[in-house]
Nanobody
Framework: VHLVESGGGLVQPGGSLRLSCASS????????MRWYRQAPGKERELVAS????????AYADSVKGRFTISRDNGKSTVYLQMNSLKPEDTAVYYC???????WGQGTQVTVSS
């Protein structure tokens, strides 16, 4: 299982970013995919998940209404559209395939003025 996250960066409060996670080494279309984040000094937390067919989305309360998870099974890629970003969204963001304890290098998101 190989996961490569990208799309992070520095953005001002209220701004937007779109994260991508390119996956390989497994049959992507068969698995739920998840986005997690880990802020300095805090445990990794689940942000969003999406079912194998692109439905059954779920979100943490802290991001509900601001973040949208989606996937392209043809490209084995999962996305996280993040809008109305807040300083408390600052973290390293990781994707994960349900059932696999494999993680990419993550992508840093920093929300600051």
């Amino acid at each position: 299982v190989h996961l490569v996250e990208s799309g992070g960066g520095l953005v001002q409060p209220g701004g937007s970013l779109r994260l991508s996670c390119a996956s390989s080494g497994f049959t992507f279309s068969n698995y739920y995919m998840r986005w997690y984040r880990q802020a300095p000094g805090k445990e990794r937390e689940l942000v969003a998940s999406i079912g194998s067919a692109g439905v059954s989305e779920a979100y943490a309360d802290s991001v509900k209404g601001r973040f949208t998870i989606s996937r392209d099974n043809g490209k084995s890629t999962v996305y996280l559209q993040m809008n109305s970003l807040k300083p408390e969204d600052t973290a390293v963001y990781y994707c994960n395939a349900q059932g696999f304890d494999s993680w990419g290098q993550g992508t840093q998101v920093t929300v600051s003025s």
